[in-house]
């Protein structure tokens, strides 16, 4: 197990025994060739039940499987370091949000740079970690548990939101990409990145609902909505940096 996931049994988050057991089942059996070792577990964890609203995606982000998945990608405290698209925006004083945080990597490396940050998540238990790991390390961190598909956000609040790998999940992404954008003062940038590939391994990817095209259409869907794309990440077409004119 890796710093999150302690810091999620140190605040009483998950027990030791309950997070070692997820644990192996995510990442301790056998797995096809070129699978990625989560996506059997947690295809199964999706569709043991039904997942067609809000509550019910919200729930699958709190079950200890995923949980744990979320927590494995963590390298809060210690060795990570920002994406260099976001990196030279991010300084002392500015108002970040980190949307969809999942771990809070980006929202605590912006505030360990001296930014006020908020973490917003559907998951009631990772906001309970990011505020237990932020009181710890005494960095200005406060969190949101998103309650609504499509959530209020505020007007023109925030210099710099990331929102990266988090449309994907949503009923509404187009609606939560407005709503980001409307927090966004004029000049302050986002980075957007949404998985385009193949979803049959991981239905919680909701691509029935996504309608965010692939290569060049989510591009046209945020200069459509006044941004305007100032650098891609390497390898993509879409994926990047954005500005609110």
Same mark, same amino acid.
């Given at each position: +197990?890796n710093? /999150?996931?302690?810091? !999620?049994i140190?605040?009483?988050v998950?027990?030791?025994?309950?997070?070692?057991a997820?644990?192996?089942?995510v /990442?301790?059996?056998?797995?096809? *060739?070129?699978?990625?070792?989560?996506?059997?577990?947690?295809?199964?964890?999706? %569709?043991?039940?039904?997942r067609?609203t @809000?509550? $019910?995606?919200?729930? @699958?982000?709190?079950?200890?499987?995923? @949980?744990? @998945?979320i927590c494995? +990608?963590s390298?809060w405290?210690?060795g990570? #370091?920002?994406?260099?698209?976001?990196?030279?925006?991010?300084?002392?004083g +500015? &108002?970040?949000?980190?949307?969809?945080c999942?771990?809070g %990597?980006?929202g605590?490396?912006?505030?360990q740079?001296?930014?006020?940050?908020?973490c !917003?998540? !559907?998951?009631r238990?990772?906001?309970?970690?990011?505020?237990y790991a932020?009181? #710890?390390a005494?960095?200005p961190?406060e *969190?949101?548990?998103?309650q609504?598909?499509?959530?209020?956000l505020?007007?023109e609040?925030?210099d /710099?939101?990331?929102?990266?790998?988090?449309?994907e999940?949503?009923?509404?992404?187009? $609606?939560?990409?407005r709503?980001?954008?409307? #927090?966004? &003062?004029?000049g302050?940038?986002?980075?957007l990145?949404?998985f385009?590939?193949?979803?049959?391994?991981?239905?919680y990817?909701?691509?029935?609902?996504?309608r965010?095209?692939d290569n060049?259409?989510?591009? $046209?869907?945020c200069e459509?909505l $006044?941004?305007?794309?100032?650098?891609n990440?390497?390898?993509? #077409?879409?994926?990047g940096?954005?500005k609110?004119?």
């Amino acid at each position: +197990m890796n710093n /999150f996931l302690e810091a !999620a049994i140190q605040a009483g988050v998950i027990d030791r025994e309950a997070a070692l057991a997820a644990w192996q089942r995510v /990442f301790g059996g056998s797995y096809p *060739t070129g699978g990625t070792p989560w996506d059997p577990v947690l295809f199964q964890e999706w %569709n043991e039940q039904p997942r067609g609203t @809000f509550e $019910g995606i919200r729930d @699958f982000y709190e079950n200890d499987a995923y @949980f744990v @998945f979320i927590c494995s +990608m963590s390298g809060w405290p210690s060795g990570y #370091s920002l994406d260099p698209l976001v990196r030279p925006l991010i300084h002392p004083g +500015m &108002k970040v949000l980190d949307y969809g945080c999942g771990h809070g %990597n980006v929202g605590i490396a912006c505030a360990q740079l001296g930014a006020s940050v908020l973490c !917003a998540d !559907a998951s009631r238990r990772v906001l309970r970690v990011i505020d237990y790991a932020a009181r #710890s390390a005494q960095l200005p961190v406060e *969190t949101l548990c998103v309650q609504d598909t499509v959530p209020d956000l505020g007007i023109e609040l925030y210099d /710099f939101v990331s929102c990266c790998d988090c449309l994907e999940h949503v009923q509404d992404p187009i $609606g939560v990409l407005r709503s980001l954008i409307t #927090s966004t &003062k004029h000049g302050g940038h986002l980075r957007l990145s949404v998985f385009f590939g193949d979803h049959a391994h991981a239905p919680y990817h909701l691509r029935e609902h996504a309608r965010l095209g692939d290569n060049g259409v989510f591009r $046209g869907i945020c200069e459509g909505l $006044g941004l305007v794309l100032l650098e891609n990440e390497q390898g993509t #077409s879409d994926n990047g940096l954005y500005k609110r004119l």
